[in-house]
């Protein structure tokens, strides 16, 4: 399945007749300005998506599920609630927003992909593109420190510890313990 150029979808209506259309633009001010051209008539922006990975896969769904309301030249005849639901239900699956906050709280870009019917490197791509992006940092647990149980200094088995910076490291319970070389031996500080 191939990715078109990243658009949103748009709902808008002709209020004088009632009937709305779905589409997909990057630019809708432009796109309501040729509608009204067309049609000759004030058109109403009802609903617009972020700009999705799957746009024109979007628009197809939409109208397809909503084709028996199909009245002339692409306008349905339908409530414009009926087609914002059907537009949100399908489209919360490729909005980039969404597709961030599950990669953020950890779900895997595999699973992410199969729901979105894409490649995993197509969402990896679209995460890397997106400005809105900015993955949270790890957050590190404070851990208690490790103090020597004597105050006469005794060397430790430096093997025993895993070391995460200067003069740091974490024991098997990942507490963090100071360690110093000194005089050939690790002493905990």
Not at 122 to 148: L, V
Not at 161 to 184: A, C, M, P, Q, S
Request: charged share 30%.
């Amino acid at each position: 399945m191939k990715l078109n150029k990243v658009k949103s979808v748009y709902i808008v209506l002709n209020p004088e007749i009632n009937i709305v259309k779905v589409g997909t633009t990057s630019n809708i001010k432009e796109q309501i300005n040729k509608l009204q051209n067309s049609s000759g008539t004030d058109i109403k922006l009802i609903h617009i998506t972020q700009p999705l990975t799957n746009s024109i896969e979007i628009e197809n769904k939409v109208n397809a599920e909503l084709s028996e309301y199909r009245t002339f030249g692409g306008w349905l005849n339908v409530s414009s609630d009926i087609a914002v639901n059907v537009l949100q239900s399908l489209s919360d699956v490729y909005d980039i927003d969404s597709i961030i906050k599950k990669v953020s709280s950890g779900e895997k870009i595999n699973n992410i992909a199969k729901q979105c019917e894409v490649s995993r490197r197509t969402i990896s791509k679209r995460i890397k593109g997106s400005r809105t992006y900015h993955p949270e940092p790890k957050k590190i647990e404070p851990t208690k420190r490790i103090e020597p149980e004597n105050k006469e200094q005794t060397s430790v088995d430096i093997t025993k510890y895993k070391r995460f910076g200067k003069g740091r490291y974490t024991d098997k319970d990942g507490n963090v313990v100071l360690i110093e070389y000194k005089e050939g031996k690790f002493y905990i500080v």
